[in-house]
């Protein structure tokens, strides 16, 4: 008899990424990618294009499904159409409209209460009420709203419009206490009614692709990847993607009132506090810009210098920040003298700013309650090995660094092959081989001077 194959697809924010794997036990037997156009809008067609030149290993599997990236705007007119390019989660416009609906519905206090979440520009409900302000007819001529990977699913064969829990609490209209819809919420945001696809239960089975596969209802990124690395209680899982991630599964939901921690669901029926950074693997590719290296010669120039870098400190909020909100923000080299103005010192600036902003991410989330009894180091920023050397003196503990893999797809595939089972949870997949990083010391001096340089810094 054939092996049963499932198939999982990454449309994150700069490409498509898919795995084809064994059904039993996750071994990747092909994978695949095609890059997406930049910018921080993007016709959701594009995603579809890149998810067609994926198409050939899809369609080898007998289940597919697919993670995106969380948050993005794809408002539909009533035949379906997109009103308009897609609003991603990088996109900042919609930060004074995140600061008038927290003051219109109640405060932040309310607004975690009611969705787990405090928004900022990233979140979906911010963009509809930009679209409603900017773009009053595209906000009249909107009766749907959906978020990338719904939009994929639908397209690829799904019985109706669906999304699942996990990305679902991204958008700012929906409850991860309660599991349901906030529609007042999304009409004072847009202004009208619009209709949000179903939340399907995980695990589901929610329609057949156009060769005959199972889908699998998909989710957000992040969720995609707790699934895809088997997430424990104690795991916080810190990833160096387009944007930077610290999340953990939890049993109960969380409410930040502080708005540093978002109270998201996942994708098993638990839970996923997350603190998200705007700036992250694109601070290393900045860094090799300026210093004229390729990634892998940047971090030898990192390693090369002396903890501390010279005296140079970054703060990298290169595109606006995000964690903390500070949306017109601008990067900051602080430091600089005649005698430390050397590549190794502005590399080792890079990875260091890049760490110490994620080890802020942890500490929000211990902050409420999360306790870590491993870090797990993943995303195309793990691939340095300047990072991987340097995290443990700064964020402060051992890191275990599964082996480089794309952990959203293989989640999404493992998803995949959870609706084709129809079982209660999801098959057991053996976890990845990983190294263990550890460092003899710590570098509370690091944080400290990058701290300062945080919270003195003008917004410009
Ligand atoms: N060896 C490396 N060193 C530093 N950064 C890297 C390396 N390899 C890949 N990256 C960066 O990782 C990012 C892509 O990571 P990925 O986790 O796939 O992000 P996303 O899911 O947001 O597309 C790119 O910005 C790329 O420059
Ligand atoms: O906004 C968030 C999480 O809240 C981001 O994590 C996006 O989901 C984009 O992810 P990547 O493209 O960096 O993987």
Not at 149 to 171: E, I, M, N, Q
Not at 239 to 260: K, N, Q, R, Y
């Given at each position: ?41 993007c ?94 007819e ?42 349901s ?6 009409r ?49 899982v ?58 892998d ?14 005296g ?21 080299l ?18 260091e ?25 993943i ?20 890191v ?61």
């Open positions: 008899m054939a092996e049963i194959l499932v198939a999982g697809v990454d449309s994150s924010t700069q490409s498509t990424k898919a795995v084809l794997c064994r059904a039993a036990d996750g071994t990747v037997v092909a994978k695949a990618s095609a890059p997406h156009p930049d910018g921080t809008e016709h959701p067609d594009h995603w579809w294009d890149a998810l067609s030149r994926v198409r050939g290993l899809l369609e080898r599997a007998d289940a597919v499904a697919v993670a995106a990236q969380q948050h993005g705007m794809v408002a539909l007119d009533g035949a379906g159409e997109p009103v308009r390019p897609a609003l991603l989660w990088n996109d900042t416009r919609s930060a004074p409209q995140a600061r008038a609906l927290v003051a219109e519905l109640g405060g932040a206090k309310a607004w975690a209460e009611r969705t787990g979440s405090v928004p900022v520009a990233s979140f979906t409900v911010t963009k509809l009420r930009w679209m409603a302000e900017n773009e009053p595209n906000a009249r001529r909107t009766e749907r709203v959906m978020l990338p990977h719904d939009w994929l699913t639908l397209r690829l064969g799904a019985s109706g419009p669906v999304t699942d829990r996990g990305d679902a609490s991204g958008t700012g209209y929906w409850s991860p206490a309660t599991g819809y906030l529609p007042d919420v999304l004072a945001a847009l202004g009208r009614d619009a209709e949000p696809p179903r939340v399907a239960a995980p695990g589901e089975n929610v329609g057949k692709t156009a060769w005959g596969a199972a889908l699998g209802p998909g989710t957000g990124d992040n969720m995609g990847a707790a699934l895809g690395l088997g997430l424990r209680p104690g795991d916080v810190v990833s160096i993607g387009t944007s930077g991630t610290a999340f953990a599964v939890a049993d109960e939901p969380a409410a930040d009132p502080s708005g540093l921690v978002a109270g998201f669901a996942d994708a098993t029926g638990r839970f996923l506090p997350l603190v998200c950074t705007l700036n992250a693997a694109r601070i290393l590719s900045a860094a090799a810009t300026m210093t004229g290296a390729a990634l010669e940047l971090s030898l120039l990192a390693l090369a210098a002396e903890p501390g870098a010279g140079v400190t970054l703060l990298p909020y290169l595109d606006g920040e995000r964690t903390p909100d500070r949306p017109g923000a601008t990067g900051v602080a430091g600089l003298t005649s005698a430390n103005a050397t590549r190794e010192n502005v590399a080792r600036a890079a990875v700013a890049l760490l110490c902003s994620l080890a802020d991410a942890v500490d929000h989330l211990t902050a409420q309650g999360v306790r870590p009894r491993r870090t797990l180091l995303g195309g920023g793990a691939r340095s090995a300047a990072v991987r050397a340097l995290a443990p003196a700064i964020l402060g503990t051992p275990t660094v599964p082996e480089p893999a794309e952990y959203v797809a293989l989640g999404a595939a493992r998803q995949a092959a959870w609706a084709l089972a129809g079982t209660p949870e999801p098959p057991e997949w053996p976890a990845p081989p990983a190294t263990e990083h550890t460092s003899d010391r710590t570098e509370p001096e690091i944080r400290e001077r990058y701290a300062a340089l945080r919270d003195s810094a003008p917004e410009i």
